[in-house]
């Protein structure tokens, strides 16, 4: 079998959720209290109690600013706190149980209804006819201009990352790997919805409920900070729920799962913060993270799209030297972000030659939706011959 050399993978942020109306971490926890103070949410009693308990924490929290200088307007500072409280006997288990679910909750609400916009581009009649006239799900020929095709930008995406729109003579020589930090589905749902699975690489062993049927496509999805439709048992952890929508879209039946391990229905979202110590999860999580190593190992182009790099989460730098230290096939490190101090980060972190001639920075205030819409970007990226230029954002 011959090796595949063409490698893509992208490295998911923030950012890349910010044109579905994700708040950003700063704006995180006063979303979080409108959908509190907001009865059209409709949070149960249970609901409730989790936000209540979540919000008294901070209250609590924010006597410290008198002496130490830490933003608890931060959902990832406020959601390290809370970890280390409770790890250190401080902060009963239920608040940071609280803490998880508000997150999760406040996903759900806010992705709710919301739709990013259209990418409009001119496609490649003869990629066309070897595609045999059959474009992804989502996608359409616009009635006034037929050289014309369109789909909702995160659909757009992820047909394009995932080799769909690709020449059908290439396909098999290439390959797409996603690794994320979001906890949200965006793209997962995304995905989905052009006819790819999202393969997670948790220990099958432990999970109880598959997603979906298995489709003809599928793509690693590499969720290492968690995800919203997952869910671990609080009392054995010992059982992993992967369900086919967020754990907090039907909270009842939520509440009332039963673990398979233990008997007890004490499920909550599998949600890591992003911090230093990940110790907890490693059981959990070694599939995953160590399929993300392995595939930065392999990468032929890295696509980071809408993530600063935070300070507190040294783990994705520890990462990035491990992987990178044995890889001998990169050649274009591509950085997409609204800010050209993120941008300027990446920068210090790659070797000044590598950083000269490999990478290149994407830094305007659209962030990922401009790049998107941006002529030569399924060019930088080695994807999309179906795609013949002229995008536009609608």
Not at 129 to 150: H, W
Not at 275 to 282: G, H, I, L
Not at 321 to 332: I, P, V
């Amino acid at each position: 079998m011959e090796t595949i050399r063409d490698r893509n993978v992208y490295i998911l942020g923030a950012g890349f959720s910010a044109p579905a109306g994700v708040p950003v971490v700063h704006d995180f926890i006063d979303r979080s209290r409108i959908y509190f103070d907001d009865p059209s949410s409709r949070l149960d009693e249970t609901e409730r109690q989790h936000f209540e308990r979540f919000l008294d924490f901070k209250r609590r929290m924010s006597q410290a600013r008198e002496k130490v200088k830490i933003d608890l307007d931060d959902v990832e500072q406020l959601f390290g706190l809370v970890e280390i409280s409770q790890r250190l006997g401080q902060e009963k288990r239920e608040t940071r149980n609280s803490t998880v679910y508000v997150i999760a909750k406040t996903l759900e609400l806010a992705t709710r209804s919301q739709r990013a916009g259209d990418i409009s581009f001119l496609f490649n009649h003869a990629v066309f006819n070897k595609m045999q006239g059959i474009l992804p799900p989502g996608f359409d020929r616009e009635a006034n201009r037929p050289e014309t095709v369109s789909a909702e930008l995160y659909q757009y995406f992820s047909a394009l990352a995932s080799g769909l729109l690709d020449d059908p003579d290439k396909r098999a020589s290439r390959s797409n790997t996603f690794i994320t930090f979001n906890y949200d589905l965006l793209l997962d749902d995304s995905l989905r919805r052009v006819g790819v699975t999202p393969e997670y690489y948790l220990p099958i062993r432990r999970t109880s409920v598959q997603v979906g049927e298995t489709p003809d496509r599928s793509c690693p999805v590499l969720k290492l900070h968690g995800s919203t439709n997952w869910g671990i048992c609080g009392h054995c952890r010992k059982q992993i729920l992967v369900l086919d929508q967020k754990v907090t879209a039907s909270p009842m039946e939520f509440r009332t799962r039963t673990c398979q391990k233990c008997g007890k229905a004490v499920f909550q979202p599998l949600l890591i913060p992003p911090s230093w110590d990940k110790s907890e999860y490693r059981e959990i999580m070694k599939p995953v993270w160590a399929k993300a190593v392995e595939e930065l190992k392999l990468a032929s182009r890295i696509c980071v799209v809408g993530y600063s790099m935070p300070e507190a989460d040294s783990f994705f730098k520890y990462l990035m030297a491990l992987a990178l230290s044995e890889n001998h096939n990169l050649y274009k490190f591509i950085v997409v972000d609204r800010s050209p101090q993120i941008a300027e980060r990446y920068r210090q972190l790659l070797d000044p030659m590598f950083s000269e001639r490999r990478l290149w920075a994407f830094a305007e205030p659209g962030g990922f939706s401009s790049f998107l819409s941006l002529g030569r970007s399924f060019s930088e990226l080695g994807r999309g011959e179906f795609i013949a230029g002229n995008i536009g954002r609608t």
